[in-house]
């Protein structure tokens, strides 16, 4: 069987760790979907490591790690990651395994990806620059460059028709950046992913669940920036709920078990789009601060505001989520006053579904108030010494969004989680 770790708002929720503490138990973590547009966060004896592509369970030499189909690939960073890995003495050659239908990102994807982006002014989506979206839509035009071409004799060929094909798009773009180090840069790294295992990834995958092997898919990004059910066009480019597992690594909907969940006790977002419960106050830049709310992969601040529950028991309702997993529960210890939205006003309307558009919309949130715990939980071990303001604030959520909270991160440490 299949057990899914997703994140259930706009990313970012540290899904990194908790599919590094969860790691232990399976015998493979594998990758579904995005690209290097993730940034997992991870601390390794006491190092701080934020990996883009490779599974999060690649430091547990035990565990297989696979990058699946639904995944678009950067070789390039794919490299660096190795080299981060390898210094903590890992053998990712030994335990990494990438699927031969992996899409390729080019260099001019991510040339396309900032073309676009400048053109759109005053509307940028917030995308990453690092060539996601237009790779993804090659993969939807029946143009892309797959693993699995790298060892095809007409591969130069096949590069070249796609590099003329996405250069005049950048002539419309009026887009004139030398990008020949990128390439350069490339095709060194090209040479460097043709040593590694790549496989045949679906049969890979089913083989390994054939023999009772326990299986860990890994998101990326969040629900809220799903393709088709997040908060549109403010979205990545591939599917970040559970159902993007199946396509995403070839196993059929019968094989899912466990989909756990995860969300911050808060909500961020980083990038342009709707965010209705965000704080432009004190108490936002006070969530920035002590949650150290900048991007992994992007360095850029991150919006904060309250936990969106209207948006939560969405995102468990489409996910079909089992468990779930509260992050950063003690970046609130030191709030006094905490505020959780259950329900939007739009057109003086009260709704608690989230509406098609959110961009269309004028959304007024509105709030639950609960007392904040005043508390220092990150020495907690178990759930018993919770305070009990923070059990009541969870108590609730489990209530509204239908699906319980049984896990609670208290501190960025591997360690540092109590199951409830």
């Known amino acids: 069987m299949v057990d899914v770790i997703l994140g259930l708002q706009w990313g970012d929720e540290g899904k990194g760790k908790i599919v590094d503490y969860f790691a232990p138990h399976y015998d493979v973590v594998a990758r579904f979907q995005g690209g290097p547009n993730a940034g997992h966060t991870l601390y390794v004896n006491g190092k701080k490591v934020v990996l883009h592509q490779i599974p999060s369970g690649i430091f547990h030499q035990n565990a297989v790690n696979i990058i699946g189909n639904g995944v678009v690939l950067d070789p390039v960073i794919l490299k660096k990651e190795c080299d981060i890995v390898a210094s903590f003495g890992i053998d990712y050659r030994k335990n990494l395994f990438i699927s031969q239908r992996t899409n390729l990102i080019l260099p001019t994807h991510r040339a396309l990806d900032k073309a676009s982006e400048m053109q759109k002014g005053d509307s940028k989506i917030g995308s990453t620059l690092k060539g996601i979206g237009p790779a993804y839509m090659d993969k939807t035009g029946r143009n892309a460059i797959r693993v699995g071409d790298l060892f095809h004799k007409n591969f130069t060929s096949q590069y070249i028709k796609l590099r003329l094909k996405h250069q005049k798009l950048l002539d419309n773009f009026n887009f004139n950046e030398d990008i020949s180090a990128w390439e350069e840069e490339f095709f060194e790294a090209l040479e460097f992913l043709k040593t590694l295992n790549i496989v045949n990834g679906e049969y890979f995958i089913n083989h390994q669940i054939a023999q009772g092997k326990k299986v860990l898919a890994e998101g990326a990004q969040g629900s809220m920036l799903d393709i088709d059910f997040g908060t549109f066009p403010f979205v990545t480019s591939s599917s970040t709920i559970s159902a993007g597992v199946c396509t995403g690594l070839g196993v059929a909907p019968r094989q899912?078990?466990?989909?756990?969940?995860?969300?911050?006790?808060?909500?961020?977002?980083?990038?342009?789009?709707?965010?209705?419960?965000?704080?432009q106050d004190e108490n936002g830049e006070l969530l920035r601060k002590i949650g150290n709310e900048f991007g992994a992969t992007t360095g850029r601040p991150r919006r904060c505001g309250w936990i969106d529950l209207v948006a939560l028991r969405y995102a468990c309702m489409i996910n079909g989520v089992t468990k779930v997993v509260m992050t950063k529960s003690d970046v609130l210890d030191s709030f006094t006053d905490l505020q959780a939205c259950t329900a939007y006003e739009i057109n003086g309307k009260q709704t608690d579904e989230v509406p098609f558009q959110m961009m269309q919309e004028q959304i007024t949130p509105l709030y639950r108030h609960f007392k904040g715990w005043n508390t220092n939980i990150t020495k907690m071990k178990d759930a018993a010494a919770l305070p009990e303001n923070m059990s009541t604030y969870i108590a609730f959520i489990n209530q509204y969004i239908g699906a319980p909270v049984k896990f609670v991160s208290n501190g960025p440490e591997?360690?540092?989680?109590?199951?409830?």
């Open 414 to 420: 591997r360690e540092q989680i109590i199951t409830l």
């Open 256 to 279: 899912i078990n466990e989909v756990y969940g995860v969300t911050k006790a808060y909500c961020t977002r980083v990038g342009s789009g709707p965010f209705p419960t965000e704080l």
